[in-house]
């Protein structure tokens, strides 16, 4: 489908903030804005979870552990699919990826962003 392109994850304190961002370069705008996209993410020795998701109609989904402190958003005019963490707790420390569910289903993943929260 269409290639996503992760960014904006480092290093932060816990009870601090990051924002992701999720990309499209190559898609038209009137192929990105109908894809359904969610955050993942995955710590080692375990398997990927789903954190947020958007759909086409902006509706949003969020795990559990997450709601409240994330905020997933979307801006089709630049392609875009953000994720915008508060409250970060060590717990949160994971890679990150971004993927619509048929690309997930294939598993087809990007390289995913590192985000790493310290006690």
């Known amino acids: 489908q269409v290639r996503l392109v992760e960014s904006g994850g480092g290093l932060v304190p816990a009870g601090g903030s990051l924002r992701l961002s999720c990309a499209a370069p190559?898609?038209?705008?009137?192929?990105?804005?109908?894809?359904?996209i969610s955050w993942y993410r995955q710590t080692p020795g375990q398997q990927r979870e789903v954190v947020a998701t958007?759909?086409?109609?902006?509706?949003?989904a969020y795990a559990d552990v997450v709601k409240g402190r994330f905020t997933i958003s979307r801006d089709n005019s630049r392609k875009v699919v953000r994720l915008e963490m508060s409250n970060l707790k060590p717990e949160d420390t994971a890679v990150y990826y971004c993927?619509?569910?048929?690309?997930?289903?294939?598993?087809?993943w990007g390289q995913g962003t590192q985000v790493t929260v310290s006690s």
């Open positions: 993927n619509t569910p048929v690309r997930a289903k294939d598993d087809v």
């Open positions: 190559r898609a038209i705008t009137s192929v990105f804005a109908p894809l359904t």
């Open positions: 958007i759909g086409s109609d902006r509706n949003t």
